[in-house]
């Protein structure tokens, strides 16, 4: 790794949580379907459930003066929908409105700027209940609570991301069945991944008519690559139902001709409506990309790790395939790659041209020793470090990457994974919760502050 890294004037250096994740007091708000999916036998491997989670609601404080002593530029966090509008629909609760105007003005009193994602996947249980997001009902009243929160924000935030990791939300929860819901109906999941895109658009105006500024969404674009030449189609529909399906909605293009194909033994695509697309493509002000690894596909049973979430499920209508992720692998099974992360910049983009990106995430669950002296996870740093100077690089191949938020600033519940894998650049003790700092974190607030950052 090389042995310095600069970071240019005016590029903001952020982390990154979301509200299941780490809020704990489930008793102080509605519930979500990822309450209801960690009740179910074996669904999170063991047996986490969404408190304490990293109590973060009454720890909150203390969560600020770490950004704070990090330096970041900016936070990002997610609004628990079930917290503020219990139910998903109606009356908006005081307690949790409260909360997150403590939480913004917080950040704003220390000078880091709230980024604030509305959809990190918990969706209020009484609309997973009418159909969830296979029910066009649901975009409507995503667009509704969209609207309350950037009433009730939009004066304090800087940015707003509608969804987060849309592909996530619809096929691994609707069609592999490994997230919430759970379910294994590809059809439902076409559907699901659909009318996600339709909810962001029809938010994205709701904020925008309430003047809610820098609107945008957060991808997980992929680069996938197919690891013999047998394996191309297959590769390249993967690469439909990861990026191209998203892609092509936001840039106005509808959903990809050959996905419509080859999918119309899944769905008939009735929920398609032609109106939808100028709301979907609706002009954002941003984008983000969550980028973490890359997906090989490779011949049926020749595939050689698991990697969590690269399962042929998640991609509905595709010839049989595996994925054979390479080595040096994190815990989650994924392929450390750093190139892939200035090529996927430079797709998007090439793919979505004129709009600034933000990586919104990027990090790695790791090994990491515990001793009297601190928590050490040098291969953490050095993915920091290495995918810090891949996203630099697109940067000066001109791509227009504005920012980086490292994911995670706690270790937290990594959703199916429960506390199994650990993604924190600080350490949280699930029994305690104190916080400690990793190496990772020192050397992260090393770079913020433009100290030495010597290998
Ligand atoms: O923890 C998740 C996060 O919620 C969404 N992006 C990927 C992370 C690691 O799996």
Redo the contacts with the bound molecule.
Sequence with gaps: MASSLVIPDGFQMGA???SW?IEGDSAGRGRCMWDDFAMRPGAIVDGTRADPACDHVARYVEDLDLLSWFGVDTYRFSISWPRVMPGGSGPLAVAGLDFYDRLIDGLLERGIEPVVTLY??DLPSELQATGGWVSRETADRFADYAEAMGSRYADRVARWATL??PW?SSFLGYAAGVHAPGMRDPGASLAAAYHLMLGHGLAMQRLRAVNAHNLGVVL?ITPVYATEPSMKAAAHHVDGTQNRFFLDLLAGRGVPQDLIENCAHLTDWSFVQESDNSIISTQMDWIGE?Y?SVMRVAPPDTGTAEA??QDALASPGCPPMTYAPRAPLTH?GWEIYPPGMTEVLHRIARDLPGIPIWVC?N?G?MDETIDESGVHDPIRRHYLHDHISAVLQARTEGVDVRGYFA??LLD????A?GWT?R?GLVRVDVDTQIRTPKDSAQWYRAVLQGRDTSD
Excluded: L, R
Excluded at 412 to 415: C, L, Q, R, T, V
């Design positions: 990154a949580t979301s994740q990190h996947w987060n990791e996530c997980n969550n973490y969590v979430g989650m995430e990090g669950a994911w995670s937290n519940i990594e959703w994974e894998k993604f």
